[in-house]
């Protein structure tokens, strides 16, 4: 059985999914009405985790490799594990990265001018039939955004503001064109994942993509409000 949640298809079936759901619904709470899922059980269930890759051109934070991985929070561990999940994780997707269209060189975002310099193979141009329009991509940068009561071409939009727009937990009082009506920097990475990074536009969570975990979505979240990122890159 499977549910359509902002735009995206998920396996609302899958019995190892079941554990995580209460969470989820605490993280949501009564935002999940405004950023229009029709189930915060059906559209949160959270999948196994896969092997990836670093995209060409991405660099880690500096000092990343060196960190304790079992250090806390407060030491930069979750930074560093969200700027890898950025960087490298596929989430069985079509090959594209978080960081494939936020790019540390570019604010965290993609100009025309970064798009201009990028190898015909690079995952932003991936062929997955009716995810892009690749003339508008190439010539203007803009990425085809498709979730629930929105089907237009955008810019892509950079992290550095998201500091100061959201609170430690990644609650935000509004992205803009970051999500919409999403307020919550999790369901905002899902909805990314399930847009962006899916293998066709049937968005089969399970088939085409898979969300991130509970601890992957924390990791993001560090990751995205980091001073790192605050500051910005060009």
Same mark, same amino acid.
């Given at each position: +059985?499977?549910?359509?949640?902002?735009?995206?298809?998920?396996?609302?079936?899958?019995?190892?999914? &079941?554990?995580?759901?209460?969470? &989820?619904?605490?993280?949501?709470?009564?935002?999940?009405?405004?950023?229009?899922?029709?189930?915060?059980?059906?559209?949160?269930?959270?999948?196994?985790?896969?092997?990836?890759?670093?995209? !060409?051109?991405?660099?880690?934070?500096?000092?990343?490799?060196?960190?304790?991985?079992?250090?806390?929070?407060? /030491?930069?561990?979750?930074?560093?594990?969200?700027?890898?999940? &950025?960087?490298?994780?596929?989430?069985?997707?079509?090959?594209?990265?978080?960081?494939?269209?936020?790019?540390?060189?570019?604010?965290?975002?993609?100009? &025309?001018?970064?798009?201009?310099?990028?190898?015909?193979?690079?995952?932003?141009?991936?062929?997955?039939?009716?995810?892009?329009?690749?003339?508008?991509?190439?010539?203007?940068?803009?990425?085809?955004?498709? /979730?629930?009561?929105?089907?237009?071409?955008?810019?892509?939009?950079?992290?550095?503001?998201? #500091?100061?727009?959201?609170?430690?937990?990644?609650?935000?009082?509004?992205?803009?064109?970051?999500?919409? !009506?999403? /307020?919550?920097?999790?369901?905002?990475? +899902?909805?990314?994942?399930?847009?962006?990074? /899916?293998?066709?536009?049937?968005?089969? #969570?399970?088939?085409?993509?898979?969300?991130?975990?509970?601890?992957?979505?924390? #990791?993001?979240?560090?990751? +995205?409000?980091?001073? !790192?990122?605050?500051?910005?890159?060009?």
């Amino acid at each position: +059985m499977y549910a359509t949640v902002a735009g995206i298809v998920i396996d609302v079936t899958t019995e190892k999914n &079941i554990e995580t759901l209460h969470r &989820i619904a605490m993280l949501l709470g009564q935002r999940a009405v405004r950023i229009g899922l029709v189930s915060v059980t059906a559209a949160l269930l959270l999948a196994s985790c896969s092997a990836s890759k670093v995209d !060409r051109g991405q660099q880690l934070f500096t000092g990343c490799q060196k960190l304790n991985l079992e250090a806390t929070r407060e /030491t930069g561990s979750f930074v560093c594990k969200g700027d890898k999940l &950025i960087a490298a994780a596929l989430f069985d997707g079509n090959g594209r990265t978080c960081g494939t269209c936020h790019r540390p060189g570019d604010n965290f975002g993609l100009g &025309i001018r970064t798009v201009k310099k990028l190898p015909p193979h690079d995952p932003l141009f991936v062929n997955v039939p009716g995810l892009e329009d690749s003339r508008r991509l190439r010539s203007d940068a803009l990425i085809h955004v498709k /979730t629930a009561g929105i089907d237009e071409f955008r810019t892509t939009p950079k992290l550095i503001h998201l #500091q100061r727009q959201c609170d430690e937990e990644g609650r935000c009082d509004a992205l803009g064109q970051l999500g919409d !009506r999403v /307020t919550d920097l999790c369901a905002f990475a +899902m909805e990314a994942i399930g847009n962006h990074l /899916t293998k066709s536009v049937k968005r089969r #969570q399970g088939a085409d993509f898979r969300l991130p975990t509970e601890e992957e979505c924390d #990791q993001l979240i560090a990751y +995205m409000l980091s001073d !790192r990122v605050a500051k910005g890159t060009r």
